[in-house]
């Protein structure tokens, strides 16, 4: 934190080079999270850019109290809650490229993880919104539940409610249709 908050105070100052390490820092997992959202690279890309501009713009708002990611985070949501509301967002289904299998090359491993892994983007997509958002913030970027009440601004009560009215969906989904969660059809 001590390192974000030299960067900050570097840019504010003038030296436009320095927001740089921020962007490096949180690209990947920004681009991840809009990803989840909009299920549209393209849409993905564009947002992301979008909220780097925005998030440069506002960087002088900045409490240094608070964690950075957190505060980044919210203006990213809000951004994009403010462009799905401008546009109607449609959001489109699209195969997202997982990442590599790591040590393993046999078929049938890289076919099992890649059927869980389009089986988890289809259970999270069916969700409502803001059960969406808050599974992708708890499971994707590890935010406790804390920070994720602070980024949606909502109770923690709220929080608790949500994730766990989300998984239960996601549970009855998958006793329902049949899948490759054991984890989530015995209730864990």
Not at 54 to 81: E, P, T
Not at 160 to 187: C, I, Q
Request: hydrophobic letters at 35%; proline letters at 3%.
């Amino acid at each position: 934190m001590e390192e974000e908050v030299h960067w900050i105070e570097e840019v504010l100052s003038g030296n436009k080079q320095a927001y740089a390490h921020i962007i490096n820092k949180y690209k990947n997992p920004l681009y991840a999270t809009i990803l989840r959202m909009t299920r549209n690279p393209q849409n993905a890309q564009d947002l992301v850019q979008e909220v780097f501009i925005k998030v440069y713009n506002q960087l002088g708002k900045y409490d240094r109290n608070g964690i950075f990611a957190s505060w980044m985070y919210r203006v990213a949501i809000n951004h994009c809650m403010d462009e799905f509301r401008k546009k109607s967002y449609q959001m489109k289904q699209v195969e997202i490229n997982e990442e590599k299998v790591v040590n393993t090359n046999h078929p049938e491993i890289i076919f099992l993880k890649k059927e869980k892994s389009r089986q988890i983007e289809r259970l999270v997509s069916t969700l409502p919104e803001d059960e969406r958002m808050i599974i992708l913030l708890r499971y994707i970027n590890e935010l406790s539940y804390d920070e994720i009440s602070e980024l949606v601004e909502v109770p923690l009560s709220d929080v608790r409610n949500k994730l766990h009215r989300a998984k239960k969906k996601m549970r009855d989904t998958v006793k329902r249709e049949g899948g490759y969660f054991y984890e989530l059809s015995e209730g864990r």
